[in-house]
């Protein structure tokens, strides 16, 4: 089975930087990833890792280390339209299923 | 980039009824699953939708309530059935295409309510 965890709320100010941390248990590993989701629309993709380290895509910033079963997502330089949660998922080896942990809700404030 | 167009994209619904949600993709499509989102919750994974034979069901989710099809490699359909206010929920379509092996996409998803 799947166990995937993340804080459920954060708040941090615009220009901060804030780290969304996630934790995983899974039978097979094939990636994490991490989308976000404004309210009321569908998850966009943010970025995607496979591999241990970091993956850095503007102001967003993906880390993995597979032996501690964990993930961050970093975002610099925050912006109110930042405010959304922030869904870490993994995908299942063998079935190629996307499981998705409980979502962070960040808040924005100027 | 893929397009995952569904609809309805909200419906308003009787107890008892049932509601079938279709979702049409304009890429080519290796794997299409459906997913439901409570309020103020994270995505749930239903099922799988395979094309030409039975749908994979996640643990508490079974096909007499939500049946699946899926006819052809882009298009699927979710029927939420003998409805009751419990499964009012965001129900969303979600595909892997050929075009990116890991990008997974989402559709707007269908916002329904039960009353």
């Known amino acids: 089975g799947q166990n995937i965890d993340q804080p459920t709320e954060m708040t941090a100010t615009e220009g901060a930087i804030v780290q969304i941390n996630c934790t995983y248990q899974?039978?097979?590993?094939?990636?994490l990833f991490w989308y976000q989701q404004h309210a009321g629309e569908a998850p966009t993709f943010l970025s995607y890792?496979?591999?241990?380290g970091l993956e850095e895509k503007g102001r967003f910033s993906s880390f993995l280390s597979r032996s501690k079963g964990y993930s961050y997502l970093l975002l610099k330089e925050l912006q109110m339209k930042d405010s959304a949660s922030y869904l870490c998922?993994?995908?299942?080896?063998?079935?190629?299923?996307?499981?998705f942990g409980t979502g962070t809700r960040l808040q924005v404030f100027p | 980039s893929a397009v995952i167009s569904q609809k309805p994209s909200r419906d308003i619904c009787q107890r008892g009824t049932s509601l079938t949600i279709q979702c049409q993709v304009d890429?080519?499509?290796?794997?299409m699953f459906w997913y439901r989102q409570q309020p103020g919750q994270s995505l749930t994974l239903i099922a799988t939708?395979?094309?030409?034979?039975?749908?994979?069901?996640e643990s508490g989710f079974v096909i007499d309530k939500f049946p699946i099809s899926r006819p052809n490699l882009t298009f699927s359909t979710l029927t939420v059935s003998n409805m009751s206010p419990e499964d009012s929920s965001i129900y969303l379509c979600?595909?892997?295409?050929?075009?990116?092996?890991?990008?997974?996409?989402f559709g707007p998803g269908t916002r329904l309510t039960v009353t």
């Open positions: 890429s080519q499509v290796t794997m």
């Open positions: 998922a993994v995908r299942d080896r063998n079935t190629d299923k996307l499981i």
């Open positions: 939708a395979n094309q030409g034979s039975e749908a994979t069901y």
């Open positions: 890792n496979v591999l241990d």
């Open positions: 899974t039978s097979g590993f094939n990636g």
């Open positions: 979600s595909a892997l295409t050929t075009a990116s092996s890991y990008e997974q996409y």
